[in-house]
């Protein structure tokens, strides 16, 4: 059964620091897809990135990079020189046989200035 | 465009009342589903629904159920609210709730039952 892990419940640190939100996932699909959300404290969910298990190239949008290896089954989220904003419940997901999408627990981010 | 919007924001109800909830997708979607986050948890699917016919459903008691309108708006119902269905329930659209496509989600009705 598909399942997605994210180890690090709580992470602190300071603003402008590098942070690395951990997600491991288990899929016996040979196709399937990833997916990061954010959610800051309103509580919506917010996408940002969605990657194909056909491309392993790492993906950058501004200070945001994800690092997907297959071979360890890892889909890592980047934050560069974080910010205040930063700070929020960050989820990896993955589609699911019968459920739509499979969450992970979450890793809550604080950012201090 | 307006994004998923949801209603009512909050809301608090008794053991053993009922409850609808509503959600209408973004202009041109027609897939709506329902996640129910518990505090501490990520979501939990409950319901897909596609064209008005459900295409997929999440391990949810009966007391659950939804559907979809023509306009491709919709409702999730809970019977015989219990305590540990207080949580946010969040709505999330898509163009056609496939795999691929991402799921934009709406900002939840939380949900306290006494």
């Known amino acids: 059964a598909q399942k997605v892990t994210q180890a690090q419940t709580e992470i602190s640190v300071v603003e402008k620091e590098d942070v690395t939100l951990d997600c491991v996932y288990e899929t016996r699909d040979t196709t399937y897809y990833l997916f990061w959300y954010k959610q800051p404290p309103s509580g919506e969910l917010v996408f940002l990135i969605r990657?194909?298990?056909?491309?392993?190239q790492n993906e950058i949008s501004g200070r945001y990079s994800w690092n997907f290896q297959k071979s360890t089954s890892s889909f890592n989220f980047t934050i560069t020189a974080s910010q205040v904003v930063d700070s929020a419940v960050y989820f990896c997901a993955l589609p699911g046989t019968t459920d739509k999408l499979i969450f992970g627990t979450g890793t809550r981010l604080q950012v201090f200035p | 465009d307006a994004g998923v919007t949801q209603s009512p924001t909050h809301l608090i109800k008794t053991r053993g009342q009922h409850v609808t909830l509503r959600c209408s997708p973004i202009?041109?979607?027609?897939?709506v589903s329902w996640y129910q986050q518990v505090l501490g948890q990520g979501p939990q699917f409950i319901f897909q629904y596609y064209e008005k016919e459900e295409r997929g459903r999440g391990n949810f008691p009966d007391r659950f159920s939804a559907r979809q309108f023509p306009n491709y708006s919709s409702e999730l119902n809970v019977n015989a609210l219990l305590l540990g269905d207080s949580a946010l329930y969040l709505c999330a659209s898509s163009l056609d709730g496939r795999d691929y496509n991402e799921q934009f989600f709406g900002p939840g009705t939380r949900l306290t039952v006494l």
């Open positions: 990657r194909n298990s056909f491309d392993e």
């Open positions: 202009s041109g979607h027609k897939s």
